[in-house]
Nanobody
């Protein structure tokens, strides 16, 4: 059974950093694109960053470019989101999601639509506040 479990969220002051982890099991990790989404209260789920199964391709949303870095470790079957220079508007529940893409042909779909991802974790809360 495919599982994704996020961890690493918490309360941090503006300008601070957090590192989120997405531990996976039950599937061939390298065959899946991993994406990070976030959802603030009253807002739609927003794509933040994603990384291809090979780790060679990355996409970041404009709102986090230069501040967030997505990565993955095949040996640990875990993806990460390093978040630096955090802002209050980064507050929300952060989810990791997986999309099967062994061929790489689905990479062109991008990582902004939650509907393109069928497998999700339960999320971890990130709060940026002084």
């Amino acid at each position: 059974q495919l599982q994704l479990v996020e961890s690493g969220g918490g309360l941090v002051q503006p300008g601070g950093s957090l590192r989120l982890s997405c531990a996976t099991s039950g599937f061939t990790f390298d065959y899946y694109t991993i994406a990070w989404f976030r959802q603030a209260p009253g807002k739609e789920r927003e794509g933040v960053s994603c990384i291809s199964g090979s780790g060679d391709s990355i996409r970041d949303s404009d709102s986090v470019k230069g501040r967030f870095t997505v990565s993955r470790d095949s040996g640990k079957k875990t993806a990460y989101l390093q978040m630096n220079s955090l802002k209050p508007e980064d507050t929300g529940v952060y989810y990791c999601a997986a999309r099967y893409d062994r061929s790489g042909r689905s990479w062109s779909l991008g990582c902004t639509s939650a509907a393109d991802f069928l497998s999700w974790g339960r999320g971890t809360q990130v709060t940026v506040s002084s």
